[in-house]
Each structure stands twice: as C-alpha cells, then as structure tokens.
C-alpha cells in the first residue's frame, strides 16, 4: 500500500509522465498532473492538473497542495536552463540561490537542490520506480533475441565505462562493438547518441543487414534515483536498430520501461535484443 494519499506528477516531456498517469487513471488511484508548459506532452491535458511554466514553481506547488497532494514525483525531460534567465514567479524566486549554488556542481547536484526545496514546502519526493514498480527493466532477455557469449562481453565493457562517466555526472548510456567504445552520452542525450553511432564508418560499427554492437543504460552510481533514473522506450529500440546495433541492455531495476510490450515487439521485428543485466553479469560484486 501507498504511504500517501495523492500523488503530483510534475510532468515534463517525453512518454513517461504519461505513462504513469495513464496507470493511475486506470486503477482509480487518486493523481494531479502539474503539467510543465510547453514541454509537457499534449494528451496529460485529459488528466486532472494545472499548467504552469518551469519558472512559476510557486503556483505549481501551490496548485498540487489545493489539490490534497501529499507526495510528488518529477517525470519527463526538461532541458537544462539558467534559473535567472527563466520567468519566476515568487516561489521560483525563493528557488533560485540554492539552484544557482547547486549548478556548478552538476546535473545531480542540482536535482538533489530541487527536490530538497520540494521537500521544505512539505513534499514528500518518491522515484517513479515507487509510483509504479512494474515500470522498472525486468532481468535476462526480454524477447525472442538473447545476447551471444560475445555480445554479453560488449555489454560488461559498456557497463564498466557507464559507471566511470556515471562517477563523474556525464552520462547513463554507452555504445560498444567487439569491444570497442563508439560512444559515450553527455547532455545530448540517448538518441542523438545513436545517431552519431550511424554516422560513424561501417569498419567499426554494425548496420541492419550484419549487426554488431550493444547499447548499455544505467543509473550513475551518484545519481538520485528519484527524480532522473534512466529511461528507454520504442524510440531507443528504433535508434539501436537504425544504428546497426545486435541489441540494448539495462540494469536490472535500475530503468525504467515505456510501454514494455511493444518494447519488445518492436526489438522482435528488428532482431535485436533486449536484455536486463545484474551487476553480477557484468562481472561486479
């Protein structure tokens, strides 16, 4: 049972808040959606909620309280913005020195500030991963493709080098081929990643007809899993088969999965693989 009575969803974009309000709305659990104007999606306008834009973070919290929310969770992509350059209304002003202090220091540190001031107006912060538990990345292979022997080596390399740049804020996925690292993500973010991957020439890289090469997700080892764990749709899929890629591999219960089913049936039509790793397949302890 839930240890709160209504959940907020602060929704940015992306599928994800729509997901998880979509569930809610099917199990007749009680919800308010603080949709993020404009990055929010369209369709979380049929759902109960108020819009606000990024910078009125005081009417979005006051909003949620009249509403009798008593837990939030902060879902969707937003882009990375100076706080001074955004427009605030009072309680975004209150915001914005422990931002401004947290900024330098990187994404984490900054999503760790902004929960914190969720948490003095009397939230209590809860990861997705809380608000619906069958959304995290199950372990072993999800559809009709297993990694090779070969391919579960691409996937320990990949993992290893995702933890390294995680230590250091950078980012949650990596590409590796017969060993090889063909990319890392930074702030552009998985599908621009994979977009670079097929650019890159077919001497290192697999293509649609001769595949090579897996993409590996996972949480940073800094990273606060309540507000920014990794995510991966359709969308990834299609990236990874366009880019050449054998398959996709996430930790186990630490991603989050958009509409698992056609997840799946989507990596089945491509021939790719997706796969839930544990730090024991990757070789850690």
């Known amino acids: 049972m839930a240890s709160w009575s209504k959940l907020g969803i602060i929704a940015g974009g992306g ?17 308010f959606v603080a949709r993020v104007t404009p990055y929010a999606d369209a369709a979380l306008e049929a759902h109960p909620g108020s819009s606000n834009g990024l910078g009125h973070m005081g009417a979005r919290m006051d909003a949620m309280r009249e509403a009798g929310c008593d837990a939030i969770v902060l879902l969707g992509q937003v882009p990375r913005q100076d706080p001074r350059n955004l427009d605030l209304d009072a309680g975004g002003m209150a915001m914005v ?14 999503l760790r500030a902004l929960l914190s001031e969720h948490e003095r ?18 372990p072993g292979a999800w559809g009709a493709v297993a990694p090779t022997p070969a391919q579960q080596r691409d996937i320990a390399r990949a993992a290893k080098v995702a933890a390294a740049i995680g230590s250091y804020d950078v980012g949650q996925g990596v590409v590796v081929c017969d060993g090889l690292v063909l990319a890392v993500e930074a702030q552009e973010g998985t599908d621009a990643m994979l977009r670079r991957v097929s650019d890159l020439p077919l001497s290192v890289r697999g293509t649609p007809d001769a595949r090579r090469g897996v993409l590996v997700k996972r949480p940073k080892p800094i990273q606060e899993r309540r507000i920014d764990m990794p995510t991966m749709g359709v969308r990834t899929v299609h990236g990874a088969a366009i880019a050449g890629l054998a398959g996709i591999a996430v930790e186990v219960g630490g991603a989050l999965v958009v509409r698992r089913d056609e997840v799946i049936a989507a990596a089945d039509r491509a021939g790719i693989f997706v796969f839930g790793f544990t730090p024991a397949d990757v070789g850690e302890a």
């Open 121 to 138: 107006a009397g939230f209590r912060v809860i990861g997705a991963d809380e608000a619906m538990s069958d959304l995290l990345a199950p």
């Open 97 to 110: 020195p422990a931002l401004l202090a947290a900024a330098p220091k990187g994404d984490d540190a900054l």
């Open 15 to 31: 599928e994800l808040p729509v997901v998880l309000a979509e569930h809610y709305a099917a199990t007749g659990r009680p919800y």
